[in-house]
């Protein structure tokens, strides 16, 4: 994966659209404003002071440990964005021994053609020179007496197979942790990433036939971005095992391009966080945090915006039994709108039945504050046009999941097989969506997007995932992950402010049944790898079904007038079965210290749309090396 985003597409229940985070189903495609998701690394959150996205390019995968995934509302401990679920990201730290490793990769992107009703298409741009991609990462990690020293970076470049979708970065990370020998407990650190990057951004396709890679007419965009983080902490456990924890967060974002549409942004987070063990089987976690975003921009002018918060989490043990419980206060301001402290609640339950049999349930509210860019973007995409809201209302909503899970054992392999189902309601649920929001004299009659409150929803659905890894035989073993979700999002009522304006049916969007946008009914996803001796093999398969509903716009002829042979309800008409993605892998050890990769995306070059108007890559090869002493 040369971005987060791609490794966290193979995780059951979770899908990653246009960049926008969405765990089972919380969240569609936004145009690359707000998120449901809380985004963190190391329990720090990364979301953009301006837009509230995730920057899944800048976190640094070189130096990642793990990655940890809760799905359904975690507003208690991880504040208003956590109302879908969170994905924390956690850097590691050095070992007894010092570890330096550098890895090598070059990849090339295959043909793309497709056929579109008994006709082929070469989608090619490119003719003959097909495009590259590849860099490097590097990551080393040691100890120096009292001082955790880890160091990391990477470099990337990307010739893109759509026209205009080229990209460039380079990234360096680094974290310090010095052990103060004289005071026992007590650390102190820092921790920072810094990323430049530059390109040209894609948003639509020339048209669904030959011009799937290539495109519309004013719709790119060349950039240059400047993205930093500085995270001072200090970590104080005392002999009882209870702990006192100051951090904070500087993001600091700069972004220019040549379509008038530049932003700096600068958010500063700080929290106290405070953990008591009271006996073996009670712990209490409590804390307060500060949040300052201050945005200029040409995109949404100048805004300053604050958030604060307060915290308390019970943690109970009782023989096999576990509870959970805790409460938030939450407070947002930006310029002259203040909200009203906002309190959310969480509780959950888990209980060992049976050898490896627990059942579980979990019971969370969630609340979401509008981001700047919802509330005050102002800009166009072509002839479009997106318009700002600034009587946007906040999200709330809660999620509620029961579930029961198996584990198993055969010799030395083991895994678990796990069955949940859920259930996500939202009130005032935000959403993009098209209508006339701006004068007949504005470019395409004002017609635009806009974010709105939509009204109230209702997400159900169930999950079943299985994983299992461990040894299979004399110098074998094998890893699995795979899980299928079942969705049914709805929409319930919608807001009667907005129905004489734009009608029911644009809030509905292009299927007219109350279908939530950009969800897919039924995904599956299945990893499968299998080691013997020096071989690596793998291989992986995703699934999802046809989106139902999307944009009415994209189906509507007046799309066609702005942008002619567009083409989104022709492809939609004749590409309805869904899509199935297979990707391989195999590795061989040279040495102790030297494995070679060979890599196959999309093996059957399977051409398909993720969103509208948003071709997929088509088949490609990778070659790569790693090093590691």
């Known amino acids: 994966a040369t971005s987060s985003d791609q490794a966290l597409d193979q995780v059951p229940g979770v899908s990653i659209i246009d960049g926008q985070a969405n765990i089972r189903g919380g969240s569609g495609w936004s145009y690359g404003a707000g998120s ?74 295959d043909h793309g053609s497709q056929n579109l009703n008994d006709t082929a298409y070469n989608l090619d741009y490119w003719k003959n020179n097909a495009p590259l991609y590849g860099g490097f990462n590097f990551f080393h990690s040691q100890k120096a007496g009292a001082l955790d020293i880890v160091t990391g970076g990477n470099v990337f470049y990307d010739q893109g197979y759509r026209e205009g979708d080229s990209e460039q970065r380079e990234r360096f990370n680094a974290n310090l942790r010095y052990r103060v020998p004289k005071v026992d407990g007590l650390s102190i650190g820092v921790n920072g990433n810094i990323m430049h990057s530059e390109g040209t951004n894609y948003f639509l396709w020339l048209n669904c036939k030959d011009g799937a890679y290539k495109s519309a007419p004013n719709t790119t965009s060349d950039y240059t971005t400047l993205r930093a983080t500085v995270d001072p902490y200090l970590t104080y456990m005392t002999k009882s095992g209870n702990s006192h924890r100051l951090k904070s967060r500087t993001f600091i974002m700069d972004n220019k391009n040549n379509t008038n549409q530049s932003s700096n942004a600068i958010s500063n987070y700080y929290e106290y966080q405070y953990q008591h063990h009271f006996n073996a089987n009670l712990t209490a976690t409590g804390g307060a945090v500060y949040n300052i975003n201050n945005v200029k921009s040409d995109l949404y002018k100048d805004h300053r915006g604050t958030n604060s918060a307060i915290y308390l989490q019970g943690d109970f043990k009782l023989g096999k039994l576990n509870l959970s419980g805790g409460a938030r206060a939450e407070r947002y301001t930006i310029d002259n709108r203040k909200e009203k402290w906002t309190p959310v609640v969480r509780i959950g339950a888990n209980i060992q039945i049976a050898e490896g049999t627990f059942i579980r349930s979990s019971f969370g509210q969630g609340y979401r504050f509008p981001t700047i860019a919802e509330l005050f973007v102002k800009t166009n995409v072509g002839s479009l046009n997106v318009y700002p809201d600034s009587l946007l209302k906040s999200e709330t909503g809660w999620s509620g999941e029961f579930g029961i899970m198996q584990g198993f054992k055969f010799g030395n392999w083991k895994g678990i097989i796990d069955l949940a189902v859920f259930q996500n309601d939202y009130k005032n649920m935000m959403e993009f969506t098209f209508a006339q929001w701006g004068p007949q004299t504005d470019p395409f009659v004002g017609l635009g997007f806009s974010s709105i409150n939509i009204g109230n929803t209702r997400i159900r659905g169930a999950e079943i995932t299985i994983a299992g890894t461990g040894d299979i035989g004399s110098n074998s073993s094998l890893k699995v992950l795979g ?31 109350n279908f939530l946008k950009y969800r897919f009914r039924h995904t599956a996803k299945l990893d499968v790898e299998y080691t013997r001796g020096k071989w690596m093999v793998g291989a992986s398969a995703r699934y999802t079904s046809f989106m139902i509903n999307i944009d009415k716009i994209f189906s509507s002829s007046i799309f066609e007038i702005a942008f002619p042979g567009f083409g989104v309800d022709y492809y939609r008409q004749h590409h309805h079965r869904g899509d199935m993605v297979f990707d391989f892998r195999t590795s061989y050890e040279l040495t102790p210290e030297v494995k070679a990769y060979f890599i196959v995306k999309n093996v059957f070059n399977n051409i398909y749309m993720q969103r509208p108007a948003d071709m997929q890559a088509p088949r490609q090869f990778v070659l790569q090396f790693s090093v590691e002493f």
């Not at 940890?68 to 730290?93: C, D, H, M, P, Q």
């Not at 979700?485 to 809030?507: A, E, M, Q, V």
């Open 36 to 109: 449901r998701v809380q985004v963190m690394v190391d329990d720090l959150p990364l979301l953009a002071a301006d837009a509230g996205d995730a920057k899944w390019s800048f976190i640094p995968t070189e130096n990642m440990e793990q990655v940890e995934i809760v799905k359904g509302a975690s507003s208690v401990l991880y504040g208003s964005s956590a109302l879908n679920g969170t994905i924390n990201f956690r850097t590691g730290y050095p070992r007894e021994k010092p570890v330096t490793r550098v890895t090598m990769f070059q990849g090339m992107y």
């Open 483 to 513: 899980g299928y979700t079942f969705l049914d999002p709805r929409l319930i009522s919608y807001d009667t402010t907005w129905n004489k304006k734009i009608g029911t049916n644009n809030i509905l969007g292009s299927d007219s049944s």
